[in-house]
């Protein structure tokens, strides 16, 4: 009938025909085409051709052979093909159905009369409202299948509506919106004939009871997918002639149990599977106390939850709250309640972190291997889109009435003209938005299951890359769309917020300027809701904040429109941390010191990673910033891709001498080598901040100690030749002595924290032909002066000397020879003191004299005989006095870090005892170091692997914690900060998402129980 020269071209060459018009199985396609039913029309080119246009030809051709021959009669199918051959209108929904979704060709199968709801669509059928998906699937229901169970008429209808909506979407005929908006009708409509259904079934219940079903999500906001749950609350109330508190009619029951009975019977009548299939799940865990609160409420129920009890997120879901089945006079009550609630949920406390730690737990909760493959919840996806928009209505939506719709598509182009969202921007966010949905409907479509993951599969996406009009080279096409949208939208995720601040800025000086001149892409926000979106975005101080961007943005130079290109993303980042105004503030100081410096900017710009760092640390606390602000040009140290890693000893060592050599003086000689010191905290600091210096706790606990011991040795070492030079220089000839400083506790185990003291001892050995009392004042003068210079005030941090742990402590002299080291051990030495010799190391001075001091308090700290049982009694009885009376007055001892239950003390102690008993016989016990102490306990049997675990795990936790409060405060502390930023910084530096700070302590104290009960067995005798 069709035949010409395609006819012709086909009988020459049927395969390749076939091929070039996209069937990838042509041998099986040419079998089909031959069957009986077909073959009258199998040359017909008008029938191939529409075939070639669908997504999947094969699909499209099996689903159209299958529908014909599933036709009852002869009749019907010959009114079938001639249709379809004829009516192009038919043809190409009917095969564009075919080629999309093989669910829907199996129910066609199932129900082959079905296709004659796509013969025409009558003009009310064109864009169909709730009102026609009710009439239409009530009379399918009631009349046309009244024979059949109502749960499978219910999905019949629901499936032939489904079909007309696929049809509309899959031929243009429909858009994204009206599409989304269809489907959120057509689930509204099968949520009505439900509870209709479950009325039916329960007709008492249904007279007890009003019962209004409120759809969520995007159902609620008429943007629903293909497949998806359902998400809805329930609201009841007694009918009218049965008041609440009363009675109702004898056999009738409590309204609110009948109403419970009913919701749930329309849950299950959706959701169940029978011979028809199944629709969607309803989800009603959005409901008051979720999945743990009652399935209905009343009103007056839900509205005293809601203003006691609910939680940001709660009212942020609640936006698109919508009544869709049930009582309709009840829904809107329940709506008008609520609504008010929601557009004061930006002035709630935590508003920002509530929703944006909501936000980071989708992502987490991501499998790592699809997490690449998310279109909803991924970076780049669909919820990015979504969260933005919902945080920019919660924020602006609680004075501008204009911005409070609950589609998404519609908000943002609200926020377009109230001028929240540039005018490109918005456009871009809508195109990328259309199309991530459009993707992600026709991945449900073909097996109507609900999925946000995009295929791997050449075959699947084939067809999806051609449903959405890729021809040519469909999968590398659609690959490279999609990536691009996705990699649009994180961009402007992260623009979002922030773009708009800095167009306020320039717009204000545009006015300054005595120019009207509007901004390209629309109005700029007021200084005033600028002010108000910072606020919203976490910073505490938005004016002060708003004032640092005017200060960093404004002006025509080269250096503000550089800061105006990376201040988007840096507020990111900012509002991303703990304490964005701290950030922000930060950043402000180094660009006022740094911006006129042609390297620093270029740097920013130029080394992503660079900026990035900058921002995390500037904004992860106190002690990184000061030490960067100290001497701004550190920040170069962020564009090596090694620049962060801590300095080798030897390194140190050599940079430190030569500074010192370079200087005059030995005032300016500790000075610089302080001024090494400065940068090399800052160094370690930045890269523990940025999580660099290990892949577990243990191992960053480990590197921050080994490198803040490495440099505070190199500065001693420093700083004690040049004032040994000085007092050389001075007297005109060479010392009288020889000296070493010896590190003592944290200082000597390699295990110094950010706020450690550097606790020393300080030894002399007198020239053979020198006078003693000569030598040792000449040694005190050098220990002094080095005191002295090392914690002088200036730009430089101090290096603060403790040395209580000397014979005698404060009362004994600061410097004693060896030999009087010597008398005063073996005449004078208690048991703890050999407990602190435990830790001694020399780290500076004469290397032979060090050794000599080492050897002459080995004997001390490792004795042959162990202990006995009076000096095993001492150390309990110190270690009880220390507990009593060493804790500050109101500190937690569950949570104090040091002298707490389960802390250092506990810890160190325990693992000294082991050593002042057992590290004669066994040499791993012969270190200053804790946890290879632990180790070696371990392996000799003298801790089980569960003590020592549990010892370990409470050391490693403490040191954490005291080096995080350190690091977020600036100064030291013992126990977890109480000014809740502060805690929250350091909750994140431990690891603990944002609003984890209980969860944070409760981890502690329940590892450091467990390392007590150790300590308890172990020290206090409990076990050997």
Known sequence: MHGGAHGGARRSNPLGWLIRRGFTDPETAAQR???????????????????????????????????????????????????????????????????????????????????????????????????????????????????TPRVDALRSGYRRLLLTVA??????????????????????????????????????????????????????????????????????????????????????????????????????????????????QVDANLRPEGKNGPLVRTLASHLAYYQR??????????????????????????????????????????????????????????????????????????????????LLQLVHGRTDESLRSATTLTALADLSVGGYVGRADAAALDSAYRFLRTLEHRIQLFHLRRTHLVPTGEEELRRLGRSLGLRADPVSALLTEWKRHSREVRRLHEKLFYRPLLDAVAELDLEEAGLTGRLEGGNALSASAAQARLAALGYTAPADAFRHLQALATGVSRRAALQRTLLPVMLGWFADSADPDAGLLGFRKVSDSLGSTPWYLRLLRDEGAAAENLARILSSGRLAPDLLLRAPEAVALLGDSDGLDPRSPQVLDREVASAVGRAQGAAAAVAAARSVRRRELFRTAAADVLGRLGDTPADSVEAA?????????????????????????????????????????????????????????????????????????????????????????????????????????????????IASYAAYYR????????????????????????????????????????????????????????????????????????????????????????????????????????????????????????????????????????????????????????????????ARYLGYGEGHAGEMVDDYRRTARLAREVMVNRVYGEKG
């Open 33 to 147: 085409l031959a069957e009986p039913a077909l073959a009258a029309h199998a040359s017909d080119s008008v029938l191939l051709d529409a075939l070639a246009a669908t997504a999947d030809p094969d699909q499209a051709l099996q689903g159209f052979a299958e529908l014909v021959a599933a036709c009852p009669t002869d009749a019907e199918r010959h009114a079938l093909l001639d249709t379809v051959t004829t009516a192009k209108p038919l043809r190409d929904r009917l095969l564009g159905v075919l080629g999309a979704s093989a669910a829907l060709g199996e129910h066609l199968r199932r129900h082959p009369h079905d296709w004659h709801e796509l013969v025409t669509f009558e003009l009310h059928d064109i864009h169909p409202g709730p009102e026609e998906f009710v009439r239409r699937l009530y009379r399918h229901i009631w009349e046309e299948y009244a024979d």
């Open 167 to 280: 049809a509309r979407d899959l031929t243009g005929t429909a858009d994204l919106g009206q599409t989304a908006a269809e489907l959120a009708d057509l689930a509204g409509a099968t949520l009505q004939a439900a509870l209709d259904i479950a009325g039916e079934e329960d007709p008492a219940a249904a007279r007890t009871c009003r019962l209004a079903v409120i759809a969520m999500g995007k159902c609620g906001g008429r943007e629903l997918n293909y497949v998806s749950d359902v998400d809805v609350v329930f609201v009841a109330e007694p009918r009218e002639d049965t008041p609440e508190g009363e009675d109702p009619p004898a056999g009738e029951g409590d309204p609110i149990k009948a109403a419970t009975r009913l919701a749930a019977r329309m849950m299950q009548l959706c959701s169940d599977t029978t011979r028809e299939g199944t629709i969607w």
């Open 309 to 390: 009890w609910a939680k940001t997120w709660e009212f942020q879901a609640l936006l698109k709250a919508r009544p869709v089945a049930g009582d309709a006079e009840l829904g809107r009550a329940y709506v008008d309640a609520v609504m008010p609630m929601v557009w004061q949920a930006s002035e709630r406390e935590n508003f920002v972190q509530d929703v944006q730690q909501m936000r980071r737990r989708v992502v987490e909760a991501i499998p790592a291997a699809e997490v690449d493959r998310e279109l909803k919840l991924g970076p780049g996806g669909l919820r990015d889109v979504e969260f933005s928009v919902q």
């Open 705 to 817: 100690g080994l490198a803040l011991t490495g440099l505070n040795r190199a500065t001693l070492s420093g700083a004690l030749a040049a004032c040994v030079a000085a007092a050389e220089a001075a007297s005109g000839e060479p010392l009288p002595t020889r000296l070493a400083v010896v590190a003592m506790g944290r200082f000597g185990g390699h295990e110094l924290g950010y706020g450690s003291d550097a606790d020393v001892m300080f030894v002399h050995d007198p020239l053979p032909s020198a006078d003693e009392t000569a030598a040792s004042n000449a040694a005190r003068q050098v220990f002094e002066e080095l005191r002295r210079l090392l914690q002088v005030p200036s730009t430089e941090p101090p290096l603060l000397i403790d040395a209580d742990l000397r014979p005698e402590g404060r009362q004994g002299p600061l410097v004693r020879s």
């Open 827 to 986: 005449r004078w030495s208690r048991t703890w003191e050999s407990q602190a010799l435990l830790r001694a190391k020399p780290v500076a001075g004469d290397k032979a004299l060090g050794e000599e001091f080492t050897a002459l308090i080995d004997p001390l700290r490792y004795p042959e005989a162990g202990l006995d049982e009076a000096e095993l009694l001492e150390i309990r009885r110190i270690k009880a006095r220390v507990e009593r009376e060493r804790l500050p007055r109101g500190a937690d001892p569950t949570t104090h870090t040091k002298l707490g239950r389960g802390g250092l003390a506990d810890v160190e102690w325990t693992v000294q005892l082991l050593q002042l008993q057992h590290a004669a016989e066994v040499p791993g016990l012969r270190t200053t170091r804790t946890l290879r102490a632990l180790a070696a306990a371990l392996d000799a049997d003298l801790l089980d692997a569960d003590e020592a675990e549990a010892l370990s795990a409470a050391w490693v936790q403490a040191t954490r914690v005291r080096n995080a409060v350190m690091l977020v405060r600036g100064r030291s502390g013992d126990s977890f900060p109480a000014e809740p930023r502060e805690l929250a910084g350091v």
